[in-house]
């Protein structure tokens, strides 16, 4: 039996098993994770979270390998969740990029995990917000998620993390990606990795263009309803109270760039927290959060209690003999009855 309380104070004090164990119960929807998170909340905020994200190919395990290094020789405590596809017959995690970053293993300032993804679309893991939580709890000063990097429609990073990079390469088709809405909206700082090869120049030079295309009227922030669009798109130059992604050449696997970048989020970070832009960001991701919190609880209840009720529902979808929309209005038009008759 997990004793929450100690375990709280295990997360709070950095214990390396009181995490892992914490990740644990969330990973595998364990009934007690729902009141840890409880406890744990009231000790949020306190990490600087990063989104890597982009196509398979451009180098973000290495990039995020490199960055763990110069945040380490800064003093800070990093965390790190590899957002992985799942396998489908373990339902587990098939990439595993902690291989990559192996050489952390033995410091107690890095925690690296990896989460499977369970099928859950967006390029995160439906536990990954809930895992921030415990990060922000133990007191890590920067915390890097590594999307699955399966393309454009990779924008839910953006609901969880302060600053999104974008990882783009030569030679990888990124010319033609670039112009899709997915990629553009979602960056707040551009890496144009493997910089040591042909088209890296004209990779930069095309993503200057598009974003020099690309307006959004003032006031839209990037979590807008349920679509990430870029905080700022007016030219390639900002104006008071906005921000323009830079666009920055690396070579991950030497280091260069890197502190470059490192500094690109700090300046996105002084802006977040400096400008009425960066505090509409803030509310809309608390906005997001607790909607889906609403939803999956609303499921999860739905599903205990009316677990019959919806099991007829679905047979008779799937056997052809209704349709799902009638079928669902008749579900909730259902609970709600039973609701209010109590």
Known sequence: MVDLSMLVQGIRSGEMRALARACRLIDERDARAFELLKLLFQHDGHAYVIGVTGTPGAGKSTLVDGLIRLYRDQGKRVAVLAIDPT??????????????????FTDEGVFIRSIAT??????????TGDV?????????????????GVGQDELEVTQLADTTLVVMAPGLGDDIQAIKAGI???????????????????????????????????????MQGHTAVSTLRKGPEAEAGEWVPPILKTVAHRQEGLAELVDAFAKHRAFLTTTEAGRAIREQRRIAEFRAILYQALIDEVDARFAERVSEKLKDVVDGRADPYSSAE??????????AET
């Open 132 to 148: 921030l939580h415990v990060l922000h709890a133990a007191k890590f000063d920067v915390v890097i998620l590594e999307t699955v």
């Open 118 to 127: 369970r099928g859950h679309l967006g390029g995160l893991s439906r536990s």
């Open 87 to 104: 396998s489908p017959y373990s339902g587990g995690a098939i990439l595993g990029d902690r291989i990559r970053m192996q050489q952390h």
């Open 330 to 339: 008749a579900l909730v038009r259902g609970v709600i009855d039973d609701q």
């Open 184 to 222: 553009l909206e979602v960056a707040d700082v551009f890496a144009v990795n493997k910089a040591d090869r042909v088209g890296a120049d004209a990779t930069a030079q095309d993503l200057l263009q598009m974003l020099s295309l690309r307006r959004v009227p003032k006031g839209v922030t990037k």
